[in-house]
């Protein structure tokens, strides 16, 4: 069998695997007997692929050549939106794990400059115990704008919002919040009331 043939033939075994389970295979996966997750590897990483080749495969449900940096650039979409977009937190696994990884890339100092930049660009994002307070003030801030309410209850992204923003109220009621932290707080529509 020439290597033509051997081509066509894996590319047939990875369109009816991907038909059949809805995803491109990872590197271990056998199907029908042939290593199809090493061959998409090798396609991926192969820089003499033709162009004919390169676009047959773009032409499958899911193919991605960078397949690495094409899978943070979406989840990275996906996370930005929910937060951005809808207020919510990425309520997956796939996604919240996502996010923890890209706080320990960061404590490990493993994240590029790129990545840390475009998180920063995420509405709420934080390192830092410090630029979590800060964070979730401008959620709540943002969220009682938007809905003419305080959030209740726990929120996947920060915890136990309604617990935080009790103690925030205690605080400003006692005067034993900062200052500075007194006329941010003051921002917030409706403070230091509950709805």
């Not at 998180?119 to 704008?145: G, M």
């Not at 925030?168 to 709805?195: C, G, H, L, S």
Request: with cysteine; aromatic share 16%.
């Amino acid at each position: 069998m020439s290597r033509v043939d051997t081509w066509d033939q894996n590319y047939d075994i990875l369109i009816q695997y991907v038909e059949e389970n809805n995803k491109i295979p990872a590197k271990p996966v056998i199907y029908k007997d042939t290593h199809i997750g090493i061959w998409c590897q090798t396609q991926r990483s192969d820089k003499t692929i033709s162009q004919k080749r390169q676009d047959k495969l773009m032409q499958i449900k899911g193919w991605k050549f960078d397949y690495v940096a094409e899978t943070w650039e979406e989840r990275y979409n996906y996370v930005k939106h929910s937060i951005d977009v809808e207020f919510v937190s990425p309520q997956d696994d796939e996604h919240k794990s996502w996010v923890a990884h890209q706080k320990r890339l960061y404590k490990l100092n493993q994240l590029s400059q790129d990545h840390i930049d475009k998180l920063n660009d995420i509405k709420y994002w934080y390192w830092t115990l410090e630029d979590e307070t800060q964070a979730k003030f401008e959620y709540v801030r943002d969220y009682v704008t938007k809905y003419h309410k305080f959030p209740r209850g726990k929120h996947e992204w920060f915890g136990d919002l309604y617990k935080w923003l009790g103690v925030q109220r205690t605080n400003y009621k006692k005067n034993t919040m900062p200052a500075d932290k007194r006329v941010q707080f003051e921002t917030i529509p409706y403070w230091p009331n509950e709805n």
